[in-house]
T-cell receptor
Framework: ETGVTQSPTHLIKTRGQQVTLRCSSQSGHNTVSWYQQALGQGPQFIFQYYREEENGRGNFPPRFSGLQFPNYSSELNVNALELDDSALYLC????????????FGSGTQLSVL | GQNIDQPTEMTATEGAIVQINCTYQTSGFNGLFWYQQHAGEAPTFLSYNVLDGLEEKGRFSSFLSRSKGYSYLLLKELQMKDSASYLCAVVDSNYQLIWGAGTKLIIKP
């Protein structure tokens, strides 16, 4: 049990739609990062937030955006969905102190039809 | 560019020992993780190495050589539940995680 929860667990959308994925971290976990994992691949870094500000971004277009809230929850928003956006989306958090270990949520499986 | 290499798939027998290798070329190094991931589930933490040498934790051990850009995960007394993908990930100079594609480990009775 990592203390990180994601919702929903599964989601089906159609091309062109918008989606919001949610993550709730443990108290004191000020850093949250989001990853996209396609089938058979390792996770790809989307972006990271620290104390409600984005402080790192991977090679993803601007239609991928996020928010982090003071209550240790965060969102990943994807606009204008494309078929290739179908993947497992993982949220991971890290405490203010205590090293680099990431605590992962169980993910949201997004299917774009 | 940044690169993490792992074998795509390995097969081993229940009760045996298996070593999963990972080589990396990254811009900077601030540690290396091994995660286990069962199909359809999130990765779970196995080990973190930042200094050279062997870290042992029960049936699992992880080794790091920074000069060689090399790590391995050693699994002993294999159990059927160890069938999973094993992901190697390196923390780069920007403190971002660079992930390998994972090694799918198949355990046979």
């Amino acid at each position: 049990e990592t203390g990180v929860t994601q919702s929903p667990t599964h989601l089906i959308k159609t091309r062109g739609q918008q989606v919001t994925l949610r993550c709730s971290s443990q108290s004191g976990h000020n850093t949250v990062s989001w990853y996209q994992q396609a089938l058979g691949q390792g996770p790809q870094f989307i972006f990271q937030y620290y104390r409600e500000e984005e402080n790192g971004r991977g090679n993803f277009p601007p239609r991928f955006s996020g928010l982090q809230f003071p209550n240790y929850s965060s969102e990943l928003n994807v606009n204008a969905l494309e078929l290739d956006d179908s993947a497992l989306y993982l949220c991971a958090s890290r405490p203010e102190t205590g090293g680099e270990k990431l605590f992962f949520g169980s993910g949201t499986q997004l299917s774009v039809l | 560019g940044q690169n993490i290499d792992q074998p795509t798939e390995m097969t081993a027998t229940e009760g045996a020992i298996v070593q999963i290798n990972c080589t990396y070329q990254t811009s900077g190094f601030n540690g290396l993780f091994w995660y286990q991931q069962h199909a359809g589930e999130a990765p779970t933490f196995l080990s973190y190495n930042v200094l050279d040498g062997l870290e042992e934790k029960g049936r699992f051990s992880s080794f790091l050589s920074r000069s060689k850009g090399y790590s391995y995960l050693l699994l002993k007394e294999l159990q059927m539940k160890d069938s999973a993908s094993y992901l190697c990930a390196v923390v780069d100079s920007n403190y971002q995680l660079i992930w390998g594609a994972g090694t799918k480990l198949i355990i046979k009775p």
